[in-house]
């Protein structure tokens, strides 16, 4: 089993820039893939950006391109999300994810940690 704790969610205005973290525990790997998602009101979970533990390659989706960084401390066992330019439409629960595979173009995630709000006003 693997355990996700996620932090760092909250209230910012248009433009500004939240950071998220999320701390890996139990039976991690080096070798599998963490990342984000988010589930905005109304809306079905979306894929927010994945870091493969090994090899360093990241994967973001289109709408977040440019604005939102992932990265990881192996020390830590951490994943972060650094998201800049926000805007309302990024307003969403965020949920870190583990264990990731890529199925013909979409995410899945197989460990899920517990989500954090991100409200971005206008």
């Known amino acids: 089993q693997v355990q996700l704790v996620a932090s760092g969610g909250g209230l910012v205005q248009a433009g500004g820039s939240l950071r998220l973290s999320c701390a890996a525990s139990?039976?991690?790997?080096?070798?599998?893939?963490m990342g984000w998602f988010r589930q905005a009101p109304g809306k079905e979970r979306e894929f927010v950006a994945a870091f493969a533990w090994s090899g360093g390659t990241t994967d973001y989706a289109d709408s977040v391109k440019g604005r939102f960084t992932i990265s990881k401390d192996n020390a830590k066992n951490t994943v972060y999300l650094q998201m800049t330019s926000l805007k309302p439409e990024d307003t969403a629960v965020y949920y870190c994810?583990?264990?990731?595979?890529?199925?013909?173009?979409?995410?899945?995630?197989?460990?899920w940690g517990q989500g954090t709000q991100v409200t971005v006003s206008s």
């Open positions: 994810a583990a264990e990731l595979r890529k199925v013909s173009g979409t995410y899945y995630a197989h460990y």
């Open positions: 139990g039976r991690t790997s080096q070798n599998f893939a």
